[in-house]
């Protein structure tokens, strides 16, 4: 079966003014991901990645060119359809784990399928499935704080994907993470994403975890290069 393309940036840019001088970050960066794909990204600190990201996940409408999931136009949709994109297609995933920490793990990962507005029985089945998954059912009822930086981590992956998206989006996702533990998270998130058909990019300075990804890109110039 032909990969379908589920994310697609064609012509992006991004400029930042900062008084009398802009900072063009992207200038027409073109970028395709496939399902079933892990991409990283990887590129010096500043160059863009966060930016690429965050337009990727429709955090931030781009200055010019189209961001395109499953075929889809996105970047003239009213702000709440896109929202309604960003929560159902789209998992994102940060170097810090920004879990809510008055509730446990399994909490945690119900909160975004609670909002989709499934049941807290299916909630909670899909959940406690997710944490198995990830090698964590034993810490389901542990607090953000009773956890360690890489079970922090594999709850931040598991409730990124609680909606079933298309693409996972990782900023520097294990940037926090000696290399052991850096690795081991990304077994579980290289499984989980193998298993699913979802999509993942992720941003990452560890060059050993990029080498286990489908590809390489990087930023130069403003634009996408494969490495
Ligand atoms: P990376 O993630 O690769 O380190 P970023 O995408 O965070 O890079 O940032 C790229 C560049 O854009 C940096 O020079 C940063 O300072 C600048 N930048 C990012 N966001 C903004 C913003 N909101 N306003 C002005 N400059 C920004
Ligand atoms: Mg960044």
């Known amino acids: ?28 960066a073109d970028f395709d991901l496939k399902t079933g794909e892990i991409v990283a990204l990887v590129a010096p600190s500043g160059t863009g990645k966060s930016t690429l990201l965050h337009l990727a996940g429709l955090l931030e409408h781009p200055d010019a060119g189209e961001v395109f999931l499953a075929g889809q136009a996105c970047n003239g949709l ?3 359809e896109r929202t309604a994109m ?11 784990h920004h879990l809510l920490p008055e509730f446990s793990a ?18 909670k089945e899909r959940a406690s499935q997710l944490l198995d998954y990830m090698r964590i059912g ?9 956890l360690s930086g890489g079970e922090q981590q594999r709850v931040a992956i598991a409730r990124a994907v609680a909606n079933a998206p298309r693409v996972l989006l990782a900023d520097e996702p294990t940037g926090n993470l000696d290399p052991k533990t850096a690795s ?10 193998r298993q699913s058909g ?19 890109v990087t930023i130069e110039g403003g634009k996408v290069v494969e490495m």
């Open 78 to 80: 009213p702000d709440a």
């Open 1 to 28: 079966m032909a990969r379908k393309t589920v994310l697609q940036l064609s012509g992006v840019e991004r400029h930042y003014g900062q008084g009398e001088t802009t900072l063009s970050i992207l200038k027409g």
């Open 138 to 146: 034993h810490r389901a009822e542990h607090r953000p704080s009773e």
């Open 86 to 96: 960003r929560r159902n297609q789209i998992g994102f995933v940060y170097q810090f």
């Open 198 to 216: 979802l999509a993942a990019l992720i941003a990452t300075h560890n060059h050993d975890l990029a080498s286990r990804m489908d590809r390489r």
């Open 106 to 123: 399994v909490e945690n990962i119900m909160m975004p399928q609670l909002i989709a507005g499934l049941s807290k029985a299916e909630a």
């Open 184 to 193: 081991y998270v990304f077994d579980a998130l290289e499984a989980l994403v």
